[in-house]
Structures are given as C-alpha cells and as structure tokens.
C-alpha cells in the first residue's frame, strides 16, 4: 500500500471501531451478559450431572465454545449489517469515488467486526477466567483457531453484506443458518455422547472442526484432528478472501 491507501484503509478501519465503540452496552455489554449466563446457567444445570467431559468439568469444557460463538456472531452480524447499511445509505458511492483501492476497502471492512470479537473474547475470556479455573493446553492452537475462524466469519459477513439485499435477509442468514449450525457444532456437548445418525451429521458442519481446534487448545481435547482441522479452516479463510477479493474489484452489488 502507498500513503494515500493506507490512509484511507486507517480512516474507514477507525470509522468502523468507533462505530461500535459508540455502543458499549450493545457491543460489549450484551455479549459479556450472554456467556455469563451461559456459563452460569449451564455450568449450574447440566455441571451438576455431568462430572467431567475430555478430563475436565464441564464447564470448562464448554467455555471455549463459547468463546468461540462469541467470536463467530460478531465477526459475521458486524461486517454484515455494517456493509450493508453502507450500501443503503449510499454512503459506499463516496468510498468507491476515493482514490483507495477496493482491496483497502474490504481489508478494513473485514478487520472491522473482527478487532470487535476480539475485544469481546478478550473480556470474556477474562471474565470466565475470574469464574472458574481455565487451563491451557496449547496456547498456539488456542489463539489459531480463533483468529482464523474469526477472519473466516468476518469475511463471511463481508459476503453477506455484499450479496444481501435487505436487513431482513441478512438476518435471516444468521438466524436459520448460522446460529444452528453453531449450536449442532459440539458448543455444549462432545460428539462422542451421541448416537447415530446425529454423530455422522455433527461431522458435516463446518463449525464443529473449529469448535474442537479451540477446544484442543485449551484443555487438550478434541473429538478430530486439532491439527488438521486448523489447516482447513486457514485454508477456507483464505478462500473466501480471495472470493471477497475478486468481488469487490468488481464492484459487484456495492452500488444498489
């Protein structure tokens, strides 16, 4: 990048942090409230009569899905209804006027929702840390696979930004795809206390190979290959940027 690219990736990556720093209770507050209660609530109910899971308690066996759930809904519904709105205000038209490349744009629309996960699962993990005792197997894993899954969903909701139409279809996205496809991805439960033909299914979704990755990080355990499933979803990150890549020099669907 020149000076006048960096500038302009700096300006809209700042507009996009103050856009959700402006919201605190929404952005941080909402989240941290949700994976307390999780944490409690489940900790409390299911903690109870289930012992331990992969060596450990259950909770501790549930906080790194959770972490990871906090990771992924952010990273996707931020960049999603951030573009989108962009586009419906036309507020788009006078970024793609700008001397900044398309590629500045989209690296600073997908950096946007995920330094707000980040932030997010900064604090929780915190938080979580002060309610129970967390280990830390492999601490290379651990961040790994959150940060690649992170940038995986951020351009996610980049794609989706991108291709929606309305706020209603956006939505719809993360309400019948997205937020299933986490909850049947092993946030709760490990993959080995289910018979089939669900055990077969869970190994289907995308999210559980990422589920496990964090989960190997922290407490040593995963139901595959911690390994291999990191190579996949680096690898699935790096395509789906270069799909993001190769639209936005398009331009496609970024004026409506």
Known sequence: MNSVQWVGFYTLLRRECYRFLSIPRQTVGGPL???????????????SRI???????????????????SMIINCYANNS????????????????????SNYSLLAAYTLGGFLRASLIVVIAFATASLMVQLPMANAW????GLVFSGLFFAS?????????????????????????????????????????????????DPIFYMINTVRFGMI????????????AIIAFTIAITAVNARLFKRGYKLRT
């Open 51 to 69: 012992s331990e899971i992969g060596g450990v308690s259950y909770v501790v066996f549930i906080i790194p899905g959770l972490l990871l759930m």
């Open 33 to 47: 409230l949700e994976t307390f209660l999780y944490i409690s609530v489940f900790g409390a109910a299911l903690g």
């Open 141 to 144: 894993i651990f961040v790994s």
């Open 156 to 204: 996610l909701g980049v794609l989706a930004g991108l291709i929606g139409q309305t706020n209603e279809q956006i939505s719809s996205y993360q309400t019948f795809i997205l937020q299933p496809l986490i909850f049947l991805g092993g946030v709760f439960y490990s993959v080995a206390l289910l018979p089939e033909p669900f055990k077969t299914l869970t190994h289907l």
């Open 81 to 100: 209804s951030s573009l989108a709105q962009q586009k419906m205000l036309r507020s788009i038209d006078d970024q793609l006027a700008s001397p900044v």
């Open 220 to 231: 040593g355990h995963s139901d595959v290959n911690p390994y291999w499933s990191l190579l």
